[in-house]
Nanobody, 126 residues
Framework: QVQVVESGGGLVQPGDSLRLSCAAS????????MGWFRQGPGKEREFVAA????????YDADSVKGRFTISLDNAKNTNYLQMNSLKAEDTAVYYC???????????????????WGQGTQVTVSS
């Protein structure tokens, strides 16, 4: 089993920055790709960013390119999503997920992920 816990959400103003953290624990937590998805009000869950366990390959949705950066601390089994220049449309519940089947790459498809966190709310509003 893998436990996934997100933190760092909150209420910010447009243009502000926020950093989300995702800690994965459990026997299968290490050597797994990790990703972020989000679900805004009345919207379907969508891919945000992902990172491979080895090689540091990262993937970003077009809507966040140049604004969001995902990184990984392998020693801590923790990844971070640095979100800059936040917009109102970034408002959503952000979910972190773990994909045990991938090490050198990461998937942008939610069905690939085995374990999910409870989500953390990010609200961007003036």
């Amino acid at each position: 089993q893998v436990q996934v816990v997100e933190s760092g959400g909150g209420l910010v103003q447009p243009g502000d920055s926020l950093r989300l953290s995702c800690a994965a624990s459990g026997r299968a937590a290490s050597s797994s790709a990790m990703g972020w998805f989000r679900q805004g009000p009345g919207k379907e869950r969508e891919f945000v960013a992902a990172i491979s366990w080895s090689g540091g390959r990262t993937y970003d949705a077009d809507s966040v390119k140049g604004r969001f950066t995902i990184s990984l601390d392998n020693a801590k089994n923790t990844n971070y999503l640095q979100m800059n220049s936040l917009k109102a449309e970034d408002t959503a519940v952000y979910y972190c997920a773990v994909d045990r089947s991938r090490v050198r790459t990461a998937s942008m498809t939610s069905q690939s992920y085995d374990y999910w966190g409870q989500g953390t709310q990010v609200t961007v509003s003036s």
